[in-house]
């Protein structure tokens, strides 16, 4: 009998437990829309030679995966660049305070950054720009993605020039695997 009433108090404790859980909060339609990017990606570019390193191709291998709870996504990349190898972890998430996209990222070249780029996404476009410590100077930045297909997007990154004018320094093209 003492295991009957054990056996039920679990159960009972479980189906509380699921209960509350389905009462959590739920991911919004913008944390949603990050899905787009779960899966294995295969990317292929160029990067222009700036002052912050060396021009030439490159490719890259990436993993995305939402992350426990399906707000935000953790994404790790392979590749290698005209610098050598390359490795990053990447963490794609919405913002709902401030209404933006968010993005963080390190790698393991000496431009790795602390920031965080905010981006809106408008028509399939995703639109990150940020504001960074590049070389000793602030620079403008902003990466633009934009979905060409269920399984493929292009991307580039622009930083903005004493001139007032962008400048595309990188150009890529992603596809699932």
Known sequence: MKR???ACTVVLGMATVARAEDKGPRPAPENQRLGFFVGKWKTTGEMKETPFGPGGKF???ESCE???GKFSLVCKSKGKGPAGPTEGLGIMGYNGEERVYVYYGIDNTPMSMTTVPRGTLADDVWTYEDESRMGGQMVKSRYVMKV???????SSWSVLGPDGQWKTVMEATSKRN
């Open 4 to 6: 009957i009433l054990i």
């Open 59 to 61: 490719t890259a291998q």
């Open 66 to 68: 939402w992350f426990s």
């Open 148 to 154: 060409t297909g269920k399984n493929s997007y292009t």
